[in-house]
């Protein structure tokens, strides 16, 4: 069975600090990896996305990393701000698409002052 | 845009008691699906619809129905409720299939079964 698994499962770091998220997964073969960002109470938002043959993807103070090779992602937080208080979810989708996505757990994320 | 909207935001039932869960999107996307968050876990696909008239069963469909009559609208049907059914439903659409293409989700559902 496909796994995506993320750690830790939960972080507390100060503001102003970075920090680095954890995604290891079996599927395979995939065609893109993306990090989302879910607010408590709300849906899910897609921070990145990578396919399968790159390495890297920025998105301002989020920078996403990929080792196909590993089966292993990450996403690093720059210069953390409180509203980057939030759950983090690695998601690994196949060449069939959305039908058979696989959605990690989470990591949570507290930033305090 | 409204984007994806979702209703009720809470809801409680008992045990055997039926309800729908509304999920509507005014982005003119065709592939539309329900998952379920449930604490520890990842979100489970449980339907989903690539357009309109056409419907599928994803990882967890048992106890749910859905219909796909509109683009737009994309209700999910839990027919007799069980207190396994207890979770946070998110709906979410995108223009296609692909992992390409970005999803967005609905606000959430959050659902109690007594």
């Known amino acids: 069975k496909n796994q995506v698994e993320q750690s830790p499962q939960s972080l507390i770091i100060l503001e102003g600090k970075n920090c680095t998220l954890q995604c290891n997964y079996t599927v395979s073969p995939f065609s893109n990896l993306r990090w989302y960002k879910q607010d408590t109470g709300r849906g899910p938002v897609s921070l990145t996305i990578m396919t399968f043959s790159e390495n890297t993807k920025s998105n301002g103070r989020y920078t996403a990393t990929l080792d196909a090779d590993t089966k292993q992602s990450s996403l690093h937080i720059t210069a953390s701000q409180l509203s980057d208080s939030a759950s983090y979810i690695c998601?690994?989708?196949?060449?069939?698409?959305?039908?058979?996505?696989?959605f990690g757990t989470g990591t949570k994320l507290q930033v305090i002052p | 845009n409204a984007g994806v909207t979702q209703t009720p935001k809470f809801q409680v039932l008992k045990t055997g008691q039926s309800m729908t869960l509304q999920c509507a999107q005014d982005m003119n996307h065709e592939y539309m699906s329900w998952y379920r968050q449930d604490p520890g876990m990842g979100l489970r696909l449980i339907h989903y619809s690539v357009g309109a008239g056409i419907t599928d069963q994803g990882e967890v469909p048992n106890g749910y129905n859905v219909s796909r009559s509109t683009t737009e609208d994309f209700p999910l049907r839990l027919l007799s409720a069980a207190p396994s059914q207890t979770s946070v439903y998110f709906c979410a659409s995108s223009r296609g299939t692909s992992g390409g293409e970005t999803q967005y989700f609905g606000p959430g559902t959050r659902l109690l079964v007594l």
């Open positions: 998601v690994v989708i196949p060449p069939a698409g959305y039908q058979k996505v696989t």
